[in-house]
């Protein structure tokens, strides 16, 4: 991972604690009615915003080259949307019974609910010199199919939490991220070389309205007195994300290096990360889309902005395990396929 790229989501984490310490000392100002009018700013501007910069920074010509490649991507699409949120739902089942808060439960199941990160999982394979190529298909294509398929996980596992009838959740998904993505596209197909000539901070610019985002989002949890968040469902929910982190990770590793599945050990390196990422950046807006007006929000949103560091933290300290197997398999796949010398009698 590069140091720039590492240094930016470290701030991005510091951000995170730091906006939600704002919103407990201040939460009049981001909540729905407040000064900064999120109702408008937020459900609209904000979410557009992110998503025009994703359809801007988004390199869809690089994708042809991983495109032949459908066994791994079936792979990853299929852990990623069928396997994740049913295995999520099955565990959560168990968990009802404890005491644990029971939104931060339903917080877990919008983790499984999400698709692929744009960048985490790209940046990982490639510290690794895993397959890039297919990194960067499964997770752009995932997000593409996370568009349509999140919601609409959210609300087969969760259902609308909000007076708001289908229809307008996906009328205003639709003019708000599918628009917004595709004019992106579009604009990005006619000044693609002043982009890459100049490389825009695409990054920082999602990770400040990202931050907006959040912040809104905990200010109308704080300034709501009936909503009361223990410290030891917290705890308990930070220990399961790991659990769970590590758990699937292995999973995905252990399935991939079967010899029926024929995978190469790159590509195996690409599916644990990108199999098991998932996308804070789509994953908040759509969150404030389904669930609009719900007070519990916040507290449903608590188990991704954790996911989201422990993906990276876990990631990150596990390269130079991961990178260590794939060269020492390569190497001895090489062996096995090089011709025998005949023995001389």
């Known amino acids: 991972m590069g140091l720039l790229e590492r240094t930016?989501?470290?701030?991005?984490?510091v951000g995170i604690v730091l906006v939600i310490a704002v919103a407990k000392l201040q939460p009049a100002v981001g909540a729905k009615g407040g000064p900064l009018k999120p109702e408008i700013t937020i459900t609209y501007i904000a979410v557009s915003a992110i998503f025009f910069n994703s359809g801007l920074s988004l390199k869809t010509e690089e994708l042809t080259s991983a495109l032949m490649h459908v066994k791994l991507h079936l792979f990853v699409q299929i852990f990623t949307l069928v396997f994740f949120p049913t295995a999520i739902w099955l565990f959560l089942q168990a968990l009802s019974v404890t005491p644990i808060n029971e939104w931060l439960l339903k917080g877990l199941q919008t983790v499984g609910c999400m698709p692929p990160p744009v960048s985490s999982a790209v940046i990982l394979t490639k510290a690794v010199g895993g397959n890039e190529a297919a990194a960067i298909f499964n997770s752009a294509f995932g997000s593409f199919l996370g568009i349509v398929i999140t919601p609409l996980l959210l609300l087969l596992f969760l259902g609308s939490s909000s007076s708001v009838p289908f229809t307008s959740i996906f009328s205003q998904l639709f003019m708000t991220v599918v628009v917004p993505l595709i004019i992106g596209q579009i604009v990005r197909r006619r000044i693609k070389d002043w982009l890459e000539r100049k490389k825009p901070p695409f990054g920082a610019i999602s990770s400040c309205v990202l931050l907006m985002i959040i912040y809104t989002t905990f200010c109308d949890t704080f300034s709501n007195p009936n909503i009361d968040l223990d410290k030891f469902s917290l705890i308990i929910i930070v220990f399961i994300i790991f659990f769970?982190?590590?758990s699937f990770m292995l999973l995905t590793f252990l399935f991939s290096t079967r010899n029926n599945f024929g995978f190469t050990p790159a590509d195996?390196?690409?599916?644990?990360?990108?199999?098991?990422?998932?996308?804070?950046t789509l994953g908040i807006p759509m969150l404030k889309i389904v669930f609009a007006g719900y007070e519990h929000l916040s507290l449903i949103s608590v188990p991704l902005l954790i996911y989201h560091p422990a993906q990276i933290l876990l990631g990150s300290v596990l390269v130079p395990t991961i990178k260590s197997w794939m060269v020492s398999r390569q190497k001895a796949l090489k062996l096995t396929r090089q011709p025998k010398a005949p023995v001389k009698v």
């Open 8 to 13: 930016r989501k470290e701030w991005f984490i």
């Open 244 to 246: 769970v982190q590590l």
């Open 268 to 280: 195996t390196v690409a599916i644990i990360f990108c199999s098991t990422h998932k996308s804070l």
